[in-house]
């Protein structure tokens, strides 16, 4: 294969539409958790009776970009905004009118990002990058109400493909993430010396547990920050190989579930291990669903061996009753 058949089948080559179908109902939950998160200081941060009027947040965001929120400023109007995108938000999940609701879901996202740059971070970042790319992917062919409908009408329910160009921007955006993060670790002093955790153990304004008793321990932190660096370049390159994913994709959830006692970053960790569904292949991802359910079936299968139990020992018992010689 030459190097433009190659990029040909990277791009456009048909794939199954079940991981990004997957990722889009995560998605849609996260947009919702995030909202909930606003909601609980929306007059504070969106409304002009808060940190900063509509005319000065958009004088702070610049021309280039917009939100409705910077005209509606008082609280009331502002919650409407806040239950219509939730509303958009349980519609994109459900995969219902799925390519609307992608480009709505992308306007409403984009008014909060953009109506006060003061309360972005992380989570904020991604979300806001992932919802663009949403709403260009085909998103709604599987596991959707589209999908049901699409596969009545055709009266088949064949295995949905999709063009993955989108998908493939995702995931190229998620390996980059995590290769600039590293490297611009590596130009700093406190990663290369191994002292980066330590700062992060005594920053109280983003930690979320007391954690100051590890400061005694400057070798094991000096190994965590070595491993986050270690793990967030081959984030970068190995996802993309079938045999080094599951390994890979592994480690960077326990990296990020590391962070989440350190850090209070709410949904950061959680969006980026949810991307690493748009690298898996159909068998891959029924192996996840067994291997997340398995609880569950071991549950399942407990109970009714109980049952079975159960319902040998009364018939044993109602035989030897009915056995019994009556009593004159």
């Not at 009776?49 to 609280?75: C, I, K, W, Y």
């Not at 109506?115 to 085909?138: E, K």
Request: proline fraction near 5%; glycine fraction near 8%.
């Amino acid at each position: 294969m030459n190097p433009l058949q190659a990029w040909n089948r990277f791009w456009f080559a048909p794939i199954s539409a079940r991981p990004l179908g997957v990722f889009r109902i995560l998605f849609g939950l996260f947009v919702l958790g995030h909202l909930a998160l606003i909601s609980v200081d929306l007059d504070f941060w969106y409304t002009d009776r808060g940190l900063m009027v509509g005319d000065e947040a958009a004088v702070t965001a610049g021309p280039f970009r917009p939100s409705l929120l910077n005209h509606v400023q008082d609280p009331t109007s502002v919650r409407i905004v806040l239950g219509a995108v939730a509303v958009v938000a349980v519609a994109f999940t459900l995969g219902w009118r799925t390519r609307i609701m992608g480009v709505l879901l992308y306007l409403g996202v984009m008014t909060f990002y953009n109506r006060n740059l003061l309360t972005n971070c992380g989570p904020d970042q991604v979300m806001m990058i992932t919802s663009f790319y949403m709403m260009l992917a085909p998103c709604g062919a599987a596991y959707s109400l589209d999908a049901r409908r699409e596969a009545r009408r055709r009266g088949t329910p064949a295995e949905p493909l999709i063009y993955p160009w989108a998908q493939r921007l995702m995931q190229l955006q998620l390996c980059l993430i995590y290769f600039v993060t590293a490297y611009l670790k590596c130009g700093g002093r406190c990663w290369i010396g191994g002292t980066a955790i330590h700062y992060v153990l005594f920053n109280h304004e983003v930690g979320q547990f007391n954690l100051e008793w590890l400061g005694g321990y400057p070798l094991v932190l000096n190994l965590m920050a070595y491993a986050a660096l270690v793990v967030e370049f081959a984030l970068a390159f190995l996802l993309w190989f079938r045999p080094t994913r599951r390994w890979v994709a592994l480690l960077g959830v326990l990296l990020h579930a590391g962070i989440v006692p350190l850090v209070n970053v709410p949904l950061f960790g959680e969006q980026m291990t949810a991307l690493y569904i748009l690298f898996l292949d159909p068998d891959e991802l029924s192996a996840l669903g067994r291997f997340l359910t398995a609880p569950a079936r071991w549950l399942r299968r407990g109970e009714a061996a109980e049952g079975r139990t159960s319902t040998r020992g009364y018939r044993q018992l109602e035989l030897a009753f009915s056995a019994a010689p009556a009593n004159s």
